[in-house]
Each structure stands twice: as C-alpha cells, then as structure tokens.
C-alpha cells in the first residue's frame, strides 16, 4: 500500500492502494468513476480506454504507479456537459446499442481527433480496431467520427 | 415547458435534463442506490406521483413517466416499449420520463428479454395501458367538467372539450383518474394515427451511455460491499478436491476463502438453472484488484468429477440427465459426430417416398457443415450484487429474466419471493447467456455465508470458460435431381453436442414433394444455451448454403430458384406444420433483389452472396458484397431487408438489423471455442477472436418491409441468414464452398 497522487480530470486525489493496481481498478474501486468499463483485463478490448496526457491507453494494464504526474482524463471528465463533439455525433447518429463499450470507443476516437482531424476510413479503423464492440456498432462508430470530425473543423 | 409554471426545484430539474440531455428526454434509473446524473434523483422529482395501470405514473404537474417493463441488454426496449405506452397514452413523447420498471410480474407482466419476444409479447398490453389510462383521464375530466366523455379530446398530454372551450392537462385530473377503476375495454389508435410509433425516436439511455454513468451491473455497488471470485476448474469434468489458500489469506484485503454447493444434493434444476460447476471455491475481499492477485495465489488439487446425474424439473414430473464425466477434447468431438451421424437418428419429419427417390434419381448430392462451440463474450463480464440477510434479500444485476431466477434464489435462501427484491440493472450485452441464473445464485449465498453486501465478479476469463455455450452442430444435407435437373428431394440429419440443432418444419419443408428431415444427440458436459437464435444460426448457415449449391446444380439464380421454391410452398404445400407464411418469405428476397441492384451490371465487381432465413416469428435476407482487400476477401457491403411487421422504432431497428450483420460476420468468419482434455482453449480475445473496426462492413443498407402486421422478432432473426449469405459471397471470390466454421480459418491457411 502506497499514497498516491493523482491527477483524475482535472482534480488532483489521493488514493492508498498496492502501487501495482491497475489504474482501471482505482478508478472504479477506489475514485468511484464507474463510466471506464472492464472487458478484458489484458489489453484486448478497449472497454478500459483513458487518456493519459492526452493519448488513448489501455488502463486495465497501467499500474498506477507509472501514472506520475501525467493527467488521466476518464469519459467523465472529457466534457463537462457531455457536449464534446464525439458524444454529440454518437447521440445524433444514435450510435449505442448495449453501450457498455461506447465509452472506451468514445475515447479512442477522442484521441484519435486530437492526433488526426481529417482521419479517413482506414486511419478510423486502425485506431479503433483495438475497441470490440460484440453488437455490431461498428458502421455508425466510424459514421459518428466523421460526422465529429466535421463538426469540430467547423468550430 | 408552459405546464411547469411553478416549483423551484422542478426548474432546476428541467434545466438539468436539458443541459444532461442536450434538449432530448432523460431518463431515470428506476435503482435508488445509483446515483444517477450526480445532480438529478428520481426523488428530487416534484410533486406526488399518480399511478394509473401500473405502466404510467402522472404528477399534477404533468410530468408523465412510462416504465419500461422489460430487461434491457441492447435491444433497446427501455425506449421502444415505452413509446408503445405513450401512442396510446397520447402524450408528447418529448416531456415523457423513463424509467426502468421494478421487478413485478403482476404490475408489469414476464419481464423477460429473449426470444426475440419483448415487442412482441408487449404489444398488445402496453397498447392497452396506454389506451386505458387516457380512457381514466377523459372520464375524470367529463365528471369534473360535466360534459358527456366522447366529446373530450387529446393531444400531447392534454385534453380538450370544444363545445364549452375548456382544456387542461393530463396531470390536472391524474388524482382522480388515479382512483378510477381501469377500464375492460378500451378503443386503440388506427395504426395509420400513429405519431410516436413508426417514428424514429433517441435511445432514452444515450446520454448517460456516452457520459459514462453507472447504468450496468457491474456499476452497481453500495458501502461496505465486498468482491468474490470464484476460482472455478481448469476443464469441463473435474471439480475441486481440496484446495491451500494459506498464501491467499496472508494477501492484503483478503476476508476469506471457502468452498461451497452452488445447489445441494438432489436439488430438482429448472430448465434455466444451468450449472457448471456445482462445488464453488470462493474468494472474498475487500476491492477487485486484491481478490484478482489473491486468487492466482490459491494452491488447488483438482480431481475428475465422473459421471453425474442432473435432476430437472419437467412437465409431468422431473427426470434424471446423466451428465459424462469424461474430459472432452475437439478432436475426439469430430470423430464421435462423424460416428453418430452414420447411425440411425431419429425422425423428425417425412414427407412422400424420399428413399425411393435418392434411390431412382438421376444425380445426388450431399454436403455437411460444421459449427463450432461459441463463447457469448457480452463486453459487460458477468457479475451480480447479492445483500442477503435472514430475513430478506437485496439481488441487484444484469439479467435477461429476473422472474426466472427468483423461485430459483427463493428456494436455494430458503427465503419466500416476495422477500427478495430482485432489481433489474442495464446489461452490457446478453445475446441469451444472461437468461441462466448461475451468477446470481452464486452471489446470493456467498453473500448469505459471509453475511454481508457481496458483488461477485467473474473476469474475462472466467466469463469465457464458464461453458453455456452455443453448442458445436454439425448437419448433412442431400438434395436429388431427376435427368431434367428437377429438384425431387430433399434429407437433412443433423445432429450436436450436446443439441440437435434441426428445425423440421421450416423452409425448404413444405416445398419439395419428398422431404426427410432426422436428427441426434451425443451428451456432453460441456455446458451450452441460447445463443442469438438458437439453432436457427446454425441451420440458415447450413441450409442457406446448400441451397445455393443446389440452385448452382439446376443452372439457376439463387434468388429465383428460392422464389420458385416458395411459390409451389404457397400455391400447393407439401406436408403439414410448415412454420412459415411463404409470401412474406417470398417478399423479403424480392426485396433484398431490388435494393442490393442483384441483377446490375454495376454489381458485377462484388462477389456477391444472397441469403434468407424465417425465425421468431420475422423473415430476414441480405445480400452480402465481397472484395479483396490486402489480398483477403473482405466483407465491403451489405443489404439487409427484414419483414417484422410494425416497426417501432425505425432507426433504432435498422441500427439493430446492422449489429446481427455485424456480429454474424464476426462469427461466421472467427468465432470458435475449442477443448483439450476438457480445457477451453480460447480464455480471452488474445486467441478468441473477435470482429474489429477494420473488417467491419463499410455500408450496411436495412430495409424493413412495410406493413401494418403486428410486430414479431427483431433481434435474432437477421442473424442466422447473414452466415450463409457470406459463405455463399466467400465462394464467388475464392473459388471454393466453406463448410467449416470459422471460415477465416481456410482462407487464412491459404494466404
Ligand atoms: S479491459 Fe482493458 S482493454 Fe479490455
Ligand atoms: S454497444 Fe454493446 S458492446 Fe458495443
């Protein structure tokens, strides 16, 4: 066990937990933000996804420990009203089925946007081929980053 | 917004709901311990609620709230069977809250997701619902304003009486209406007035979906919950025979390690009761990290289980299952299918003189289709919240059919149902797996023996080798031509492990003169159950597949020669009990002909597979577009078309028509459990693979045939007919029939 600081969008906390924890685990065990979905456990299936200094990673296989001082951004905390671009191209498009893996999608793409704001098919489906989603969302997925894309351009 | 004049809370509840929900409706949990949106409670809400029919509850403020009846798990009932109720109801479909509906079969009916069966089995009694409460609020106002009832109007929630100019709003008479018997009879609406049905309306849950709140089960969690894992054996047929947990207790949050029954000795089992492992090891700590670690530390012997006797409970009395206890692999599954299918079986329909003509005809030809074991893998793991105390009991998860499992939990607790509050949450997924009530019993008396809040955990791992699973199905198909290259019968023997997946009296029955139809079984104990139309998806693979090769044989389109087939169904059936209407059939792939442009030149650049299948109740056909892409075939394109009878949510039914597509591509070309000495070899997506963004269709085309046919099944039937449609695509592009799920498989060995 081990006081850790984090920085968990936007706000800085303080968890005490086995500094090998996943920071999947801290974040619903612990910080109670629930929205960061567990599927795999091993990196597979994107469920997990968050955003540390910005880029996409896999927090069921990031101890917290290597967290240092670099901000984690959960699904939570990417807008404060649920209005980034991203969220309102999944409401509009009506993306979600069962929804549990959208948030991890969600975040994929968020990042993805940020390195790339034009993305093509191809450079959609090589940064989202690592986020499973077993009903099928995966047309209106890709539709939805284009339509965010386009928004975004537009602001 | 005129109707909410006053109450300050009640503004800062709208304003909440529109920044949370972007101007669209909002929803609520109907589960007080979540804590929803962080600012809005279902509590907060003003004023006092008037129930009218159990569905609808109405505040004098005019604020309706529609509870959704059903489990939902993708599907997306929490919004379209609300709508049904708010059709009827008359209101504006905009100002209506939804909320999940409490576990009560005598307010609000099976509650049941599966089947393809919630629109269908609610239909009719959220129409009446809907019609009757508006029926209860018109009477309160005819007496209020001493007017004759049939004069009174509606519209959006409010009502209206021409003659003396006077109007007001629902809630305005919800009190009194509250009070008024509900009605025997009520009128419905004219399917052509329908201004809330037939039109697209936003998942209820889409918001909180893309904001991250806690609407799963495995979000669920209350102070002081402790997590449980249950170490379950490495293989189908062992099970533990002694176990050294001392390396496990000296890890840090551990509370405790034990064995227990999942159900005693001789317990009678209910056909949803399915259990795997009966001797459940079980660890219990503080957070889901630590159980995780501590787990690996378990130092266990496993012994093999040997040949056991399952005791059912069936119509007329139960009867005993022997269940091997032999270590199965897949190898040794092949060559016991190949022996069984060489043994009489049993038979399932007959029509004409079959025998006599494969004897006499002129050529024949045979074909057998193989499906593997399938593994569900809903994203959401399995897991359930159990609070179980002596006297009553709080079970909070992810199930298809609460009113299954409760008599289930009610005897195992030895606890009388209604002292079991069953709760439903949101399930990330379900495709029939979340029907079996294993999880919840396993929660419920790990939370009894450490006598406090528990939430058990199973990891992908666990979720994947747990068995029931869609079960491995293997069918030989004939079909014997005259000198003319007539079609003159038809034979299929089918049999599985540990299920004959043969539907007897479906397509092609019905439409050839001499028919035989068998099938077998080789128990197992590898545990299975429904999987996205059980059987039915591995049938229309198979069935759908060999119809194309037979149509090849006669030198005819794959669309006509079914067309063809279906017309002498219609016009002079053969035999009796066919399950399917043949002009509704017909229709669909006259349909997917049309929109997929099947005879357009254009299209010649695909390589093209067509496809159809009737299950619960619903026709579906696609037409799938291959091409090359990085030397591999590709699925680029498909077009759907489906006859469900009244579409309830459009939008959201052709967002459910593209999943199946999806999901049945992925399946059709990957999806595979395999065993070695009872071991399942695929534990997680590191080796079962599942389809990804990059062999995903590009364009999914859905169209629904439009009728006004009281709506049948939407969720499983379009995903049995899009296997075959693939293989039949695959053989155009690689010159060669697949037979062999995975069909990934072949062309990857070539490549
Ligand atoms: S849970 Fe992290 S990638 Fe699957
Ligand atoms: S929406 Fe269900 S797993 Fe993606």
């Not at chain 2, 629109?119 to 007496?143: C, E, S």
């Not at chain 2, 001493?146 to 519209?155: L, S």
Request: aromatic residues 8%; charged residues 25%; positive net charge.
């Amino acid at each position: 066990m081990a006081a850790i600081n984090l920085n968990v969008n936007g706000k800085t906390v303080t968890v005490d937990v086995d500094p090998a924890t996943p920071v999947l685990w801290v974040l619903r065990d612990h910080l109670n933000l629930v929205g960061t979905k567990f599927g795999c456990g091993m990196a597979q299936c994107g469920a997990c996804t968050i955003h540390l200094n910005g880029n996409a990673v896999r927090s069921c296989t990031l101890p917290v420990s290597a967290v240092k001082n670099n901000a984690i951004v959960t699904i939570e905390g990417i807008s404060e009203t649920g209005d980034h671009p991203l969220q309102q191209a999944w409401e509009e498009l009506d993306v979600s089925q069962c929804g549990y893996c959208q948030a991890g999608q969600i975040m994929s793409a968020a990042s993805l946007l940020k390195r790339n704001p034009k993305p093509t098919d191809k450079d959609i489906d090589n940064a989202m081929s690592g986020n499973i989603c077993r009903c099928g969302t995966h047309v209106r997925i890709r539709k939805a980053i284009h339509l965010a894309a386009k928004t975004q351009s537009k602001k | 917004m005129e109707n909410f004049k006053t109450n300050n809370s009640r503004r800062a509840f709208l304003k909440s709901s529109l920044l949370a929900g972007g101007g669209l409706m909002i929803s609520f949990s109907g589960l007080a311990k979540f804590s929803l949106d962080g600012k809005i409670n279902a509590a907060d809400l003003p004023g006092e609620w008037y129930e009218l029919t159990g569905y609808i509850k109405i505040t004098q403020d005019n604020i309706i709230k529609i509870f959704n009846p059903n489990p939902e798990f993708g599907q997306n009932v929490m919004t379209s069977l609300p709508m049904i109720v708010a059709e009827e109801l008359d209101v504006d479909w905009k100002k209506v809250v939804v909320e999940m509906g409490p576990h009560d079969n005598v307010k609000l009916g099976p509650q049941f997701t599966g089947g393809s069966n919630s629109v269908r089995m609610y239909w009719k009694p959220l129409r009446d619902a809907g019609a009757a409460a508006r029926n209860m609020i018109i009477t309160a106002a005819a007496q209020t304003w001493n007017v004759p009832a049939e004069e009174i109007t509606t519209k959006a929630g409010m009502l209206y009486h021409e003659k003396t100019g006077k109007s007001g709003t629902y809630g305005e008479f919800a009190s009194k209406a509250s009070a008024i018997p509900i009605p025997k009879e009520v009128k419905l609406k004219d399917v052509k007035d329908f201004n809330v049905v037939r039109h697209s309306q936003k998942n209820v849950e889409g918001v909180k979906i893309v904001t991250g709140k806690p609407l799963f089960g495995l979000d669920y969690t209350q102070e002081g919950t402790l997590i449980a894992m249950i170490e379950h054996p490495p293989a189908f047929g062992m099970k533990v025979k002694s176990f050294d947990a001392a390396e496990t207790l000296k890890m840090p949050g551990i509370k405790d390690v034990f064995t227990l029954k999942l159900y005693e000795d001789g317990y009678e089992q209910a056909g949803f009761d399915t259990r795997t492992f009966n001797d459940l090891l079980v660890v219990v700590g503080a957070t889901t990290w630590e159980v995780m670690n501590a787990r690996k530390k378990l130092k266990v012997t496993w012994e093999p289980k040997g040949d056991t006797k399952d005791k059912m409970a069936g119509r007329g009395g139960s009867r005993e299952v022997l269940v091997p206890g032999a270590l199965e692999s897949t190898a040794t599954h092949f060559a016991k299918m190949k022996e069984y299918a060489a043994k009489p079986a049993q038979l399932l329909r007959k029509d004409g003189d079959p025998e006599t003509a494969f004897k006499n005809a002129a050529k024949v030809i045979e074909r057998t289709y193989n499906a593997p074991f399938l593994a569900h893998n809903c994203m959401e793991p399995m897991n359930c919240f159990a609070h179980v105390a002596d006297d009553k009991a709080l079970i909070v998860g992810p199930h298809q059919a609460a009113s299954w499992i409760e008599p289930t939990l009610s005897k195992v607790l030895n606890l009388p149902a209604d002292k079991i509050d069953m709760q439903i949450t949101r399930m990330g997924g379900g495709f029939g797996l979340r029907a079996y009530g294993h999880t919840f019993v396993e929660a419920a008396i790990i939370s009894k023996k450490v006598k406090a809040p528990v939430k058990l955990m199973y990891t992908r791992e666990d979720d994947m080798t747990y068995g029931i699973y869609r079960p491995m199905y293997t069918a030989t198909y004939r079909a014997a031509f005259d000198a003319n290259k007539n079609l003159i019968a038809f034979h299929v023997k089918g049999g599985g492990i540990p299920e004959n997946p043969i539907h007897a009296n479906r397509f092609p029955a019905g439409a050839v003169d001499n028919y035989l139809a068998e099938g077998w079984e080789i128990p197992s104990n590898i545990t299975i159950g429904a999987f996205r139309a059980p059987r039915s998806n591995f049938n229309a693979a198979a069935e759908q597949s060999f119809l194309d090769e037979v149509a090849e044989v006669m030198g005819k389109d794959p669309i006509e020669f079914r067309l063809e087939l279906l017309k002498r169904a219609k016009e002079n059936p053969v035999g009796k009990n066919n399950e399917y209407d043949a002009d509704r059939y017909a229709e669909v792939l006259r349909l997917v002909k049309e929109k997929s442009g099947w005879s357009d030149a254009a299209n010649k650049q695909y390589s093209r597979g067509v496809a159809a299948y009737f299950c619960h109740n619903s026709y579906a056909a696609h037409v799938v577009d291959v091409v090359k892409k990085d030397g591999q075939p590709f699925v680029e394109r498909v077009t759907s078309v489906v006859d469900c009878g009244i579409v309830i949510n459009p939008d959201a039914a052709t967002n459910m028509v593209q999943g199946a597509v999806v999901d049945g591509i992925g399946n059709a070309l990957y999806g595979e459990q395999t065993f070695k000495e009872g071991v399942p070899e695929k534990n997680n997506f590191t080796r079962y693979r599942m389809i990804r963004h990059r062999e995903a269709p590009k364009k999914i085309d859905v169209h629904f045939v439009q009728n006004d046919i009281n709506p049948t099944g939407l969720g499983e039937p379009p995903f049995p007919p899009i296997f075959a449609a693939v293989a039949n695509a695959l053989y155009k592009s690689e010159k060669k029939r697949f037979y062999n799920q995975p069909f990934s498989a072949e062309f990857q060995k070539k490549a």
